[in-house]
């Protein structure tokens, strides 16, 4: 049972031409959020996003790649690696029919990983296309670059307002920044469709923190026991927001957050 949440590594490795490497294998590099920002649902779920494969194509989501594969907490993955994509590490061709059949220019050309933090002041975007605004050119990378479905607004602006929080430069001094804990909760992004009863909602944020546990349990030698517990809750709510039992599953919910 609880296997299911465990990515597929062995698969997602056969959908890469060997010789690949697209996780970090440093230490990944700090995530620079803005002293001003205030992490909201909004700014939660748009980073929740941001390292969620199921926002690209179809292709990525079978090698489990998302926008934080590449610019790992919105800076660069220097160890990224596709053979026949990139020329070396940290390079990747995004305008290859690899991703999709549509938008191949029919030219070799891999291009430096860019950093994204702050990214918010540095109109316009992009190398082999420019693009005036950041909404445009992050649904040009989700839609024509990785084949993704059409993002629907309110995905859009969270991970624009994610994007926008990236601060440009390391502060002189440490407390200029907010550094993320080791773990954000996404949980408390349930609190909403729990209560309004929208199984719709649950169904989708479910998917995704699921698939985000599988993650973090990935890089894990072993897996803790609260860690389990957790999954099985969360499980349990999502069966009860199913069988419409949403008073079982706001109980769940409770349990969860009590947790954290
Ligand atoms: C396979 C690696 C890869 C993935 C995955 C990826 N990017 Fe990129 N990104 C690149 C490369 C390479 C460029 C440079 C391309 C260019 O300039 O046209 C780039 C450029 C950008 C830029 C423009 C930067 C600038 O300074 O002009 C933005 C913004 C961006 N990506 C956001 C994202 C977001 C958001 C996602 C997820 C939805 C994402 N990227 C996923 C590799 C990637």
Known sequence: MFCMILPLRADERNWLPPGSMTDITRDPPAELIRQDTVRDKQWLYGRLLFHSPALLGERAVRIGLSCNSCHTNGHINADFYIEGLSDRPGRVDVTHRFWQAGFDDGKDNPLDIPTLRGIRDSAPYGTAVRLPDLPS????????????????????????????????????????????????????????PVETENFHEVDRLYELIRSDYGRRIAKMDTIPASLRNEVTLLKSLHEKAAADDFAAARVSYQALIARQ
């Open 137 to 192: 050119f992050t649904r040009h990378v989700i839609v024509t670059e990785f084949a993704g479905p059409e993002p629907n607004s309110g995905d859009l602006d969270a991970l624009i307002h994610y994007l926008a929080s990236l601060m440009d430069t390391p502060p002189a001094h440490a407390d200029e920044a907010q550094q993320s804990g080791p773990e954000t909760s996404y949980l408390t992004l349930l609190a909403g």
